[in-house]
């Protein structure tokens, strides 16, 4: 089996508003606490006997949160499935404008064609769907868009960034993050963050790197860098700027790590008041 998304008592649902039902109590199961907001999503499913014509899903207004360690990992379905009966999904859209990942607001709209999956029913009586990874014969097509504001997305880094400096007693007192366009494909990033720790160690630390994608859907890293001007602060990131700076010219074939029935046709992105990551499948 793929993957297994429990639905409740079987048998399976075979009216739009049970589905919908089911699959937004399933969501929120498999979230937990670390989700906000998923009460308010729209789920609307419209079935074709076994088939679902389509899905769409709105996330406007959700709120993912970093797991905390505190809460549970949802339990996982695994019953010994005794009955699968075989479905399309015809096209999935997903929109959320925006939803909030960790404090930063993100506008998504994805639209997939093509997915398989089944109506499965495992021995404890309980409905579900089997998630089927996708073949060269049975291909996914779509597209997705993600985007961010640019001082969105550099509020939510100094955030984190605060918060990670902070339990090692250090205080961030300022930071600014920098992002430009190199290439339909390719980003640049500039970081300075100035670092106070006790009454007499203050120094500005500067990062720097870059990514591009060509034409064969391969990202390329480069010109990774941390700087200080202080001796001191110089000498401690001495420790492990060779491990950051090491990325530099590390590849990553994008295609060639999705299944053979998900071809990545195209990237694109571009860097103006927001940031927009657009992907193309087919």
Request: charged fraction near 20%.
């Amino acid at each position: 089996m793929d993957a297994l998304l429990p639905l409740g008592p079987a048998p399976r649902p075979t009216t739009d508003d049970d589905l919908a039902a089911r699959l937004r109590a399933s969501l929120a199961a498999l979230a937990g606490s670390r989700v906000q907001g998923l009460d308010g999503a729209t789920v609307t499913p419209v079935l074709d006997g076994a088939d679902l014509t389509s899905l769409d899903v709105d996330l406007t207004g959700v709120a993912v949160g970093l797991p905390t360690g505190q809460q549970s990992p949802p339990a996982h379905w695994r019953p010994a499935v005794e009955t699968r009966e075989p479905g399309t999904l015809r096209t999935l859209r997903i929109d959320a404008h925006p939803l909030t990942a960790v404090d930063l607001p993100v506008d998504v709209t994805a639209e997939l064609a093509g997915l398989t999956f089944a109506w499965v029913t495992g021995d404890d009586a309980q409905a579900g769907v089997e998630l089927v990874e996708p073949t060269a014969d049975t291909p996914v097509t779509g597209s997705a868009r993600v985007a961010v504001s640019r001082a969105g997305l550099a509020g939510a880094v100094q955030g984190m960034l605060a918060v990670a400096l902070q339990s090692n007693g250090i205080q961030l007192t300022s930071f600014d993050l920098d992002v430009t366009q190199e290439g339909p494909r390719g980003a640049a990033l500039k970081a300075s963050a100035g670092i106070r720790k006790g009454m007499f160690l203050s120094a500005t630390i500067t990062a720097t790197a870059s990514a591009a994608v060509d034409d064969a859907m391969v990202l390329t890293v480069g010109d990774v860098h941390l700087h200080s001007g202080n001796p001191l602060v110089a000498a401690m990131l001495g420790a492990f700027r060779g491990k950051i700076e090491a990325a530099t010219g590390q590849r990553v074939d994008l295609a060639a790590s999705l299944p053979p029935g998900v071809h990545l046709r195209d990237v694109s992105l571009d860097v103006g008041d927001d940031v927009v990551l657009t992907a193309h499948l087919g």
